[in-house]
């Protein structure tokens, strides 16, 4: 069965202090692999998609990397303003012609001024 | 602002009522998604349209059914409803041919509470 887990469901840091989030997959045959930014009672806001091992991203304090298992999420010198639950999600290659997502329960990051 | 849009925005109702939450996706996108989260389950996918046709199904009940219209905007109907059905319902939106075109956006979703 497709699954996705996140580590840690919660983290809290310092502005300033970098760190990274985990996501680890297992899918019969990996598509891509997505990381979304949700505000609380919001809709999941896109930040990227990786589609193959060893694939990097970045977008201002945020790089997202990948490989056969797993995928990181580093948030380098973070402010208050990135504090929000990042998602991760993968899409398996269908059987169904579905393009679903399949998500993690997400981390929750709290960045403290 | 994702370019999805969804109304209500908030939805009160009593057990064993219908409702009707509706969606219209991207400028050009022809999938329509709808997902449940709710505090213990996360996200799940209930159902898949592509341009009109049902594509996929995943965790949804019977009492609940989807529609995407010629205009390619859907609804999501859900009937009988239980109180275990509160929480908030999102719709995204595809092009839907494939990558690197085949990411999903989500609109702002309509949560449910049913009392």
């Known amino acids: 069965e497709d699954q996705v887990t996140q580590s840690p469901e919660a983290l809290r840091l310092q502005e300033g202090e970098s760190s990274s989030l985990n996501c680890s997959y297992t899918?019969?045959?990996?598509?891509?692999l997505f990381w979304y930014r949700q505000d609380p009672g919001k809709g999941p806001e896109f930040l990227f998609t990786?589609?193959?091992a060893g694939e990097e991203k970045e977008k201002e304090r945020l790089k997202a990397t990948l490989t056969k298992k797993e995928s990181f999420l580093h948030i380098t010198a973070p402010k208050p303003e990135d504090s929000a639950t990042y998602l991760c999600a993968v899409q398996a290659i269908p059987k169904d012609s579905s393009y679903k997502l399949i998500f993690g329960s997400g981390t929750r990051l709290l960045v403290r001024p | 602002d994702s370019g999805v849009t969804q109304t209500p925005k908030h939805l009160i109702t009593a057990t064993g009522q219908r409702v009707t939450l509706r969606c219209s996706p991207r400028s050009g996108d022809l999938s329509v998604y709808w997902y449940q989260q709710s505090l213990d389950q996360g996200l799940q996918f209930l159902i898949q349209y592509y341009n009109g046709e049902e594509r996929a199904k995943g965790n949804i009940l019977e009492r609940f059914s989807a529609q995407q219209f010629p205009d390619l905007h859907s609804e999501l109907n859900l009937s009988s409803l239980e109180l275990g059905d509160s929480a908030l319902y999102f719709c995204?939106?595809?092009?839907?041919?494939?990558?690197?075109?085949?990411?999903?956006?989500f609109g702002p979703g309509t949560r449910l509470t049913v009392l």
């Open positions: 990786l589609y193959s």
């Open positions: 995204a939106s595809s092009v839907g041919r494939g990558p690197p075109t085949d990411t999903q956006y």
């Open positions: 899918v019969s045959g990996l598509r891509g």
